[in-house]
């Protein structure tokens, strides 16, 4: 059968040529990542050495306790991570309430609501910097937790992406549950929460990554080191001269850990969340 | 800078709807410095506000010599007359080294009197103490530091917040005198007459350069070039000694055109640079600044210096090209001596010796009006509701600038000592006599002569034209023709200028 080998052979032609592209554009992606590891475990001399070392003859780990002491992250990693899981957990909430309501409740002013919603997307969060300061200030919460956690306590987003999801959803069943006398948050928790936890991950992943990467505002609203945050212990590291740059590429390796290892773990999620929210709706 | 300038707009504007109602209707928390009195600070109760405060807004109000014009009101002595100490907090941008010095400092300081405690807190960088205080200042006047470290060249950006307290009023209330500070340094904070900020982390462009290497080109390294023309001549035999492949690394970086301009004793913006008026155009695009741009042109052209990256990763290639013998001359700041130094040290590029120029001076030979202004950061004392606060601000800065104190801060950074006096002391000079290097930044700002055009210029829209002067620079390595690059910069710095003084 010279076609179906013909048709074989050229599927066969099409992968290689695919992964080889996929090959090329990871190691172009990787390979800073790679060498931020290498630059962290080089002594100083070896990092400004030309040509560049691509491999560590001879690794030193000091550099890692080095920046843990000298950069205080310890208590940096602390805090970004109480900021974080609060961050992601309110936006999770409150996402997946309002866009059950847009969805699944019928009430005036709905859709100006939504539009409201989307409208805050436009908005570069930037510009909203001194008027959260004012009202955070306002409160009194100024150098606290609450300070770092409530402007991003709920999402836009998030809102917006569920709402796509949930919208995927047949009417049918949600008269039937109701028929059957099953509340809208019973609904909610067990019935749409489960279907669409690819969604939910994903974009749980997504505001973990945004709330982790966070510098300008827990900056501003910040002004001890007890409630600061990793990416302002990193920028403090990144003022060493010459003569440490290996303690700061470590710091840097230490920052970025808790998402690297979130990414690989929830990989598969993260894309199939993200394909589901897009084509649904 | 677009973006943190319109912000800077922003906070202000917010600052003063903000000190006209949050803070008037009491809705804001208290601070530990105390409640802020004060109805409103608008800007039209501006005088008024101040006169609460018990401030004065101090226009006019003279340094010694010229005061007792302005019977200042800086609460002098209020710290030392509480039974408890003044808790006051420093925002600085130092790291490493120096910020290990300046932690020092300021503990020696504490435990030296019982009435002010210094809290420092680190905000990074400049520009990230830029963001933090402009946001600050939205929340009102207790939010702010106590004492502020503010980039040099963002001076007018402070006097226009109306936040800060000229350190004139405090100077002449104290009769304190300045006659021990290096002239041109002063020179620098001095805006209408009024000395807003004491200098305190200085620093200056330098000829870094290879001895050896230049040796084997036929040329003398105990007299490195001092003029352009020179500096020309030497690259050219650098380059056809066959000693390096380029003549000299030139970093992309607008400073050393602005302080050639001030060695050529030109001015950069009109107003005596901003110093008598408020700046409204540009001047760098006269005939000395056309004169550079083709310099520079003429030098990248000919393969006689290399053009490298002014911040970043390749920040630092200018220096490594030094170490590697691509291009054994180069200008930088003199605050990156330490960390050369030290490099060195480690023993990775032994065939180097490491010799420190003054800035060459444009042309061939030196103009006697001209010199280098500061680079660095000046103190600056924010205007804060409680006169304590603002007392114990002032005794600590004057703690930071005294003689002692300035010749440990230049042993641990690098930095140049802001007092005269400060190189007599034994642990400096001893330091400075086995490393003479450190001297050349000292001297060239000890000879800068006071006049506006070495005084530096002055613009709250600096970054702007700072930005157009470095794209000019890389367009002109980019093969622009270097007056129409100029032409640009000029005309897109006109029009920041303009836009900033409308907002103001």
Redesign the interface.
Known sequence: MPTADHARRRRIWRKTIRYAVLIVAAAVVLFPVYITVVDALLS??QI???PPFLYPPSPHWSSFATAFSQGNLGVYLRNSAIMTLAIVAFELVTSVLAAYAFVFLRFPGRKVLFFVTLATLMVPG?AT???N??TI??F?L?NTFPALILPFVASGIGIFLFRQAFMGFPSEVRDAASLDGCGHLKFLFRIVVPINRPVIGAFGLFAFLGAWNQY?WP??VT??NSVRTVQ?GL??LS??????FDVLFAGTVIAAAPIAILLVLFQRQLVAGLTAGAVKG | MG?LEW?FI??LR?YHS?MGH?DGDG???VAPGGPSHGPSFSRRNLLKGVAIAGVGLGVGAGVPGTAGAAKSKFPIGASAKKSTPTQI?LWH?????NLTTLQKITNAFNSSQPHVKVNL?????YT?TQ??YT??L???QS?LPDLVQWESELIQLLIDSQSVVPVSQAIAADHYSLSDFVPSMLNFFRVRGTLWALPFNISSQVLYYDENALTKAGLDPSNPPATLTALKKACQKIVSTATAKYGMSLKLDQTNFEQWMALGGQTLVNKNNGRSGRATKVTFDNALGKYLVQWWATMLKGNLAQATAASGTGG?DNL?AI??GIAPITIDTSAAL??IL??LQ?G?YPNVKLGVGRLPVPGSKPNKHGGVYVGGAGMYIVKKSTPATMDAAWQFLKYLVAPTQQATWALGTGYVPVRKSAIRIPALAQAWASVPQYKVAYDQILASPVNAATAGYVTGAASQVDTDLQDALTAISNGTPPNRALAQAAASANSAIQSYNERV
């Open positions: 100083p001399q400004t050495h030309r930037e910097i001194i008027p300061y004012q200030n306002t009194g100024l300008l900056l501003v002004q001890s302002i920028r403090q003022g060493v001269s010459f003569s440490q | 973006i912000v922003g906070g917010a903000a949050d809705i804001g928390p907090t941008s130092m790291t490493e080294n807190l680190n905000q990074n960088s990230d963001t933090a946001t600050a939205s929340g009102g939010k630092y490594l170490g590697s330490g960390t030290t490099v480690s990775q």
